[in-house]
């Protein structure tokens, strides 16, 4: 069998790179031409520490987008000669090098590598987004009205951190509940949040534009009504994402993992933000609770917010790849980079090229968006 050089190896990586590093070129050319029109996010990268956060991160947006011209290799795919082969190992047939070795089952460790990313742009941000959701949803009523709601929102949150994490993360995505229509169930009941939270906004704040309120709400209808069918149903109508029952577990233990710490950081914004001149004086011009507290009180609250969902997606990806590696997350086969560490790691004092890629990948992400979270925390001080 034959071999690259090192340096032959960094070159080809660098050549397969070329249209993520086209993209992010382009991408942070305009975004310095432009900073001063960019708000919050033109602040953000004028600073070291936001353009690093915004580099790292714009690499594996584009590495996502570009995976299949990035990829040499399917990366389910598997050449028999190339089982444990060593970085550089060339293909016969194909005349194809694996760049990054293969693993044990003699897949491409790059193209695996390159398609994991894709599993983690999109259920990270979406599972953090779905237990923003939900705290949203409930810190605000629990601050604004106090009392009664309050006490039992707050104990219901109190309740579910309570519970062991680890345990109960376990019994989400064990074998035996994937059997059931538990996940399905789960999945319904956490994806009506996002949903009412949209219809909500829109239905206070536009209820005197009949035209704009109608858009919104049909758009709103119809990203509902695919993010039901996919996830719910299972029958995603424009075939863009197939979704297993352990990943609905994933958004289940996400949700349930994270809202309660959402809530409580929404519940002591609005308790803190209600007492404010500009609150009350929407409340003398007769608004409604649910327009004072999305329209008044969460715009206010946004900086916190925002730098603890970008923490937040960092936690879930390193939740998906533990998971992963305990075999209680993404199914065998897919590429995420926790099931490729764990795939690797029981050859691991005989082969420790198969487990270095994807380790590497997930803590360049989650330093990515550390740094994007630390910039953000820098003008939220400033403002």
Same mark, same amino acid.
């Given at each position: 069998?034959?071999?690259?050089?090192?340096?032959?190896?960094?070159?080809?990586?660098?050549?397969?790179?070329?249209?993520?590093?086209?993209?992010?070129?382009?991408?942070?050319?305009?975004?310095?031409?432009?900073?001063?029109?960019?708000?919050?996010?033109?602040?953000?990268?004028?600073?070291?520490?936001?353009?690093?956060?915004?580099?790292?991160l714009?690499?594996?947006?584009?590495?996502?987008?570009?995976?299949?011209?990035?990829?040499?290799?399917?990366?389910?795919?598997?050449?028999v000669?190339?089982?444990?082969?060593?970085?550089?190992?060339?293909?016969?047939?194909?005349?194809?090098?694996?760049?990054?070795?293969?693993?044990?089952l003699?897949?491409?460790?790059?193209?695996?590598?390159?398609?994991?990313?894709?599993?983690?742009?999109?259920?990270?941000?979406?599972?953090?987004?779905?237990?923003l959701?939900?705290?949203?949803?409930?810190?605000?009523?629990?601050?604004?009205?106090g009392?009664?709601?309050?006490? *039992?929102?707050?104990? !219901? %949150?109190?309740?579910?951190?309570? =519970? @062991? &994490?680890? /345990? +109960? $993360?376990?019994l989400?995505? #064990?074998?035996?509940?994937?059997?059931?229509? *538990?996940?399905?169930? !789960? %999945?319904?009941?956490?994806?009506? =949040? @996002? &949903?009412? /939270? +949209? $219809?909500?906004?829109?239905? #206070?704040g536009?209820?005197?534009?009949?035209?704009?309120?109608?858009?919104?709400?049909?758009?709103?209808?119809?990203?509902?009504?695919? /993010?039901?069918?996919?996830?719910?149903?299972?029958?995603?109508?424009?075939?863009?994402?197939r979704?297993?029952?352990?990943?609905?577990?994933?958004?289940?233990?996400v949700?349930?993992a994270?809202?309660?710490?959402?809530?409580?950081?929404?519940?002591?914004?609005?308790?803190?933000i209600?007492?404010r001149?500009?609150?009350?004086?929407?409340?003398?011009?007769?608004?409604?609770?649910?327009?004072?507290?999305?329209?008044?009180?969460?715009?206010?609250?946004?900086?916190?917010?925002?730098?603890?969902?970008?923490?937040?997606?960092g936690?879930?990806?390193?939740?998906?790849g533990?998971?992963?590696?305990?075999?209680?997350?993404?199914?065998?086969?897919?590429?995420d980079?926790?099931?490729?560490?764990?795939?690797?790691?029981?050859?691991?004092?005989?082969?420790?090229?198969?487990?270095?890629?994807?380790?590497?990948?997930?803590?360049?992400?989650?330093?990515?968006?550390?740094?994007?979270?630390?910039?953000?925390?820098?003008?939220?001080?400033?403002?």
């Amino acid at each position: 069998m034959e071999f690259m050089s090192p340096f032959a190896i960094v070159l080809r990586v660098l050549i397969q790179f070329i249209p993520v590093s086209m993209a992010m070129a382009v991408l942070l050319t305009v975004s310095l031409l432009f900073k001063r029109r960019l708000g919050l996010y033109g602040f953000i990268i004028e600073t070291g520490t936001g353009f690093a956060g915004v580099s790292i991160l714009s690499f594996w947006l584009f590495t996502a987008i570009f995976a299949a011209s990035v990829a040499p290799f399917d990366p389910l795919g598997q050449i028999v000669s190339m089982k444990d082969a060593l970085p550089g190992a060339i293909e016969a047939n194909s005349g194809l090098p694996y760049l990054l070795g293969g693993d044990k089952l003699a897949r491409d460790v790059f193209s695996r590598m390159v398609f994991g990313s894709r599993i983690v742009l999109i259920i990270a941000p979406l599972a953090t987004f779905l237990a923003l959701s939900v705290g949203i949803m409930l810190g605000l009523p629990a601050g604004y009205f106090g009392k009664r709601i309050d006490a *039992i929102l707050s104990f !219901l %949150a109190n309740l579910i951190l309570a =519970f @062991p &994490i680890i /345990l +109960l $993360f376990y019994l989400l995505v #064990s074998p035996g509940i994937l059997e059931t229509p *538990i996940p399905y169930a !789960l %999945a319904g009941f956490f994806f009506v =949040f @996002p &949903i009412v /939270l +949209l $219809f909500t906004l829109f239905w #206070s704040g536009y209820r005197a534009h009949p035209k704009q309120l109608a858009l919104r709400l049909v758009l709103t209808l119809l990203a509902g009504g695919w /993010l039901f069918a996919t996830f719910v149903f299972d029958s995603d109508p424009f075939h863009i994402l197939r979704v297993s029952p352990s990943t609905l577990n994933i958004f289940a233990a996400v949700a349930l993992a994270s809202g309660p710490g959402i809530f409580r950081i929404v519940r002591s914004l609005t308790l803190d933000i209600k007492t404010r001149e500009y609150v009350q004086a929407a409340q003398t011009r007769g608004e409604t609770p649910w327009f004072i507290m999305l329209w008044e009180i969460l715009p206010n609250a946004r900086g916190p917010l925002i730098v603890d969902a970008c923490l937040r997606i960092g936690y879930t990806t390193i939740l998906i790849g533990a998971l992963g590696y305990f075999g209680l997350g993404m199914p065998p086969e897919s590429p995420d980079w926790g099931t490729a560490i764990k795939e690797s790691s029981r050859l691991m004092r005989a082969f420790v090229h198969p487990a270095l890629p994807p380790a590497l990948a997930m803590m360049s992400f989650v330093l990515g968006l550390n740094l994007l979270a630390d910039a953000l925390r820098e003008q939220s001080l400033k403002d």
